[in-house]
């Protein structure tokens, strides 16, 4: 049985520990200790030291009573974005939130209380169960750092679920995308903007003229594209000769994501040169896309947990990166999971104590599910 109480206290003593990015030294602490009450092998690895963070992945293991089960990871991230210092909580009935001046960081809190207290509950059931490990890791939220630094042979040949995405409770993401940040810089000519403007190349209105003739937003069911900042020139009596644009494209499908991130690439070369300017355009892979479908053990065994707690399996795409795409880049099958929250990375973000007795109930049934899928 999952008892409300100890899941708001868990998810409540995890929101008050302050973890952004680099610095979860404290919550790794605090999670470690949790995982060694639930009789866990518990370990802490040097990727903090890696990335320059005062804390580690934190990874639980215990071997399962089942040597037939499917052995799976459980997995969530310790750190939030900001702001969250000073952290004020508001509680209305169901409703976990804060006063609106900071974050709540159920992105990923409620994953990881979902997974400590669904957990706890299978081994106090004592019922059957196959090798578990859980990984909390780090620095999530600043490009999967802590996932792609994790020694990866820990959990290869095992199945995972990543509990980091928001309502619906046990949604179950069948894919998700890869991205391209895309860094254009424009090299004008500087000159002064009142005496000889004509000697001048202005960057800005070469950046301008590119992002005018861009296809942006929504490009197609698929596919996305944004500019999300841009910086530039000196002053305001200055033709201003560098301007640095900031760009993303992301897809579900690789291909259109090679068309899109093209045709970003080139409008902009082709703008400043017609200009006399030059784009230095550079583009980095951020993370590979995963597709999974109903026949694929790891989403049986999760539509099967989900009936389980009596919740219609509910099959989804999301926009998002996570941990995931790490793991399935590093062939070890993994889908993210929906959890209690909606709102991430925004001061309105709140949990329900409801949806988080649910996940935990869907953590349990996971393990319980697996279990059962042996010689299937
Ligand atoms: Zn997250």
New binding site residues.
């Given amino acids: 049985m999952i008892d409300a109480e100890r899941v708001t206290r868990t998810f409540l003593d995890l929101v008050q520990i302050n973890s952004p990015s680099k610095q979860e030294r404290r919550l790794a602490d605090y999670v470690k200790g949790r995982l060694v009450d639930l009789g866990m092998q518990v370990k802490e690895d040097d990727a903090g030291e890696k990335i320059g963070g005062n804390a580690g992945n934190v990874i639980g293991f215990l071997p399962g009573t089942d040597s037939a089960a499917a052995p799976i990871f459980l997995s969530a ?1 310790m750190d939030t974005v900001e702001p969250t210092d000073a952290l004020n909580l508001v509680i209305e009935g169901d409703i976990i939130k804060t006063d609106g001046s900071t974050i709540l960081g159920a ?2 809190k409620a ?1 990881i209380t979902a997974i400590l207290e669904g957990y706890a509950d299978v081994l106090n059931r004592g019922i059957p169960r196959g090798d578990v490990h859980i990984i909390f890791s780090i620095c ?2 600043q490009g999967l750092r802590g996932a792609t630094q994790l020694d990866h042979s820990i959990i290869r040949g095992k199945m995972g679920y990543v509990f ?2 928001g309502m619906p409770v046990a949604g179950l993401i069948m894919s998700a995308p890869t991205h391209d940040s895309i860094m254009a810089e424009i090299h004008g000519k500087a000159a002064h903007a009142g005496v000889n403007p004509e000697d001048g190349i202005s960057a800005i209105v070469a950046a301008s003229k590119a992002i005018s003739k861009m296809k942006l937003g929504r490009i197609d069911n698929e596919t996305t594209a944004n500019i999300g900042r841009i910086e530039g020139g000196k002053a305001r009596n200055i033709v201003p000769d560098t301007v640095r644009v900031s760009a993303e494209a992301r897809s579900l499908d690789n291909a259109k994501l090679d068309v899109q991130t093209a045709h970003m690439k080139s409008t902009f070369e082709q703008e400043a040169a017609a200009m006399g300017a030059i784009a230095d355009v550079t583009i980095k892979r951020q993370y590979f896309t995963y597709r999974w479908t109903q026949n694929d053990a790891l989403v049986k065994i999760a539509a099967a947990a989900s009936t389980r707690v009596g919740i219609e399996p509910k099959f989804l795409t999301a926009g998002g990166g ?1 941990d995931a795409n790490i793991y399935n880049a590093a062939g070890i099958p993994a889908m993210v999971v929906g959890t209690a929250y909606t709102g ?1 990375h925004a001061t309105s973000e709140q949990a329900s104590i409801s949806g988080l007795v649910k996940t935990s109930e869907f953590v349990a049934a996971l393990v319980e599910s697996a279990a059962a899928f042996s010689g299937n």
């Fill in positions: 991230h992105d990923d994953g999530e939220e980091d995405t996570s991430p």
